[in-house]
């Protein structure tokens, strides 16, 4: 709860100025909590108007999309880019194609997106965009077109020095391939625009794994500091997009054992350990549903529901899938199991009743914007590499990354220390990630 009073009003007006937007507030409110130590020490912050600046975006576009769908027939979407903070670098955030999508989701994703991509330690401010166009069940030539449409407008605003997006839900290197080309052929240049690029094309190595082993690498340190790691460790695993697959592989690798993974249908459990050869058969073959896991695997169990799989028994669950799928009950149920970790994948996975039940119960949990904060670590990476007009091999990008989770969890961990709130991560990576952009807001100015 916050009870600072200058902070009380600007999440008053936060709620008055973003009416109907919950995911927006909640992932403001979480933020003003953590900085309530902070502002008792520098009052500045609220003073110099930091604070009320920070929750405002620089800019909201919100455009028209036209498309026409294989019937011939003209289906209008709406786009959105929230240019939310370029104090210490341009805007760098995802895109996000679900029907779910609306200004509210892209405004929390942006807002979080601004602390997450200060902790990276890279000069990168914080924007997302999106669309509520479902790219599942369209045939490639629909989705072709939905994204010549989107980039035509959206090219108006972005630039490699300027805004630089990402993929995130529903978009992946198909859709990367498509905004890119389109891009190329409206601006005539050949520039980092986007990342997640195709590695034909400008694309990094190691950059589809990022998410998902970063969250590894950030679990695994966290393990490290409590005197323990992955190995024999059982891990469920949410989701079974790009994070969930690569945080399977890394898990795995590390001497983990998964043995459940969902999609918005249902999860499915496998207690010999998942084979995730068969899932990115199904994930990132045939774009099929998890269920058809059975069907290599008939001694494997499916489930309908997603939010069942928080019932499996593991030591270590890692939300992979989306906001809000950990509520106060799944997050009980995770407890009553003996989970010793909780490390969020997804961006804001957990309810603040789930965490608040998890920091309760004195186990481990590492925040999204700290555990997968290198999915855009990397991306910062690719525009280095194209800035370079050069290219690093998998191994260099990758032991840049395992550097950059070390540091990140280093740095919320001594925040937090400093702050007087010992192993409370969530506030170590708000207070570690807002003090850079904070600090360099006051060097600005009012502007
Ligand atoms: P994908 O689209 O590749 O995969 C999303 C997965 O989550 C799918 O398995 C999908 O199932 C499932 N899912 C989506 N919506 C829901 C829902 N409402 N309920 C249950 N399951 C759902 O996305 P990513 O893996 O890229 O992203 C997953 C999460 O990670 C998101 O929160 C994203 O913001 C975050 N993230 C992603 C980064 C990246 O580099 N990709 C970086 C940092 C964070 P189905 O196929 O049935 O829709």
Request: glycine share 12%.
């Amino acid at each position: 709860m916050i009870t600072n009073e200058a902070l009380k009003k600007i999440m008053e007006d936060v709620k008055k100025r973003n009416p109907g937007e919950p995911e927006f507030h909640q992932a403001v409110s979480e933020v003003l909590e953590s900085l309530e130590p902070v502002v008792a020490k520098y009052p500045e912050f609220i003073e110099k108007g930091v604070i009320a600046s920070v929750v405002e975006p620089e800019r909201i576009i919100k455009f028209r999309v036209p498309w026409v769908d294989d019937k011939g027939v003209v289906q209008v979407n709406r786009g959105f880019r929230i240019q939310f903070n370029s104090a210490i670098g341009p805007y760098k955030g995802g895109l996000r194609f679900h029907p779910s999508v609306y200004e509210g989701i892209i405004k929390f994703l942006g807002f979080e997106q601004i602390f997450k991509n200060s902790l990276t330690g890279l000069p990168i401010g914080g924007g997302k965009g999106g669309s509520d166009f479902d790219p599942k069940g369209k045939s490639d030539a629909e989705v072709m077109r939905f994204c010549q449409s989107f980039m035509t407008e959206l090219a108006k605003h972005i630039g490699a020095d300027t805004d630089v997006p990402a993929g995130d839900i529903g978009v992946g290197a198909r859709e990367i391939g498509y905004l890119f080309g389109q891009y190329k052929r409206l601006r005539n240049e050949y520039t980092g625009v986007l990342t997640g690029k195709g590695l034909t094309y400008g694309g990094s190595l190691a950059r589809k794994e990022a998410t998902g082993y970063g969250l590894c690498y950030f679990t695994a340190e966290m393990l490290k500091d409590a005197g323990d790691s992955f190995e024999g460790k059982t891990v469920v695993v949410s989701g079974s997009g790009n994070v969930a697959i690569y945080a399977t592989e890394k898990a795995t690798t590390l001497g983990g054992k998964v043995v459940a993974m969902s999609d918005s249908n249902g999860y499915i459990y496998d207690k010999n350990g998942v084979d995730l050869d068969a899932v990115k058969a199904i994930k990132e073959g045939r774009r099929g549903r998890i269920k058809e896991y059975l069907d290599v695997h008939p001694e494997a169990e499916y489930h309908e529901g997603c939010s069942g799989i928080w019932t499996v028994k593991c030591d270590i669950a890692l939300p992979c899938a989306t906001q809000n799928e950990i509520d106060e009950a799944s997050a009980k149920a995770l407890l009553a199991n003996g989970v010793k970790v909780v490390a969020e994948g997804a961006n804001m996975p957990s309810t603040p009743e789930a965490i608040r039940a998890f920091q309760e119960a004195g186990i481990l949990f590492g925040p999204a914007k700290a555990a997968n904060a290198g999915g855009v670590a990397t991306s910062a990476l690719e525009m280095s590499q194209n800035s370079m007009r050069y290219s690093w091999t998998f191994e260099e990008v990758d032991a840049k990354l395992h550097n950059i989770m070390v540091d990140i969890y280093r740095n919320a961990s001594s925040a937090a220390e400093e702050f007087g709130m010992r192993g409370n991560l969530v506030a170590g990576a708000n207070i570690a990630g807002f003090m850079k952009v904070a600090r360099t807001m006051l060097a600005y100015g009012v502007c």
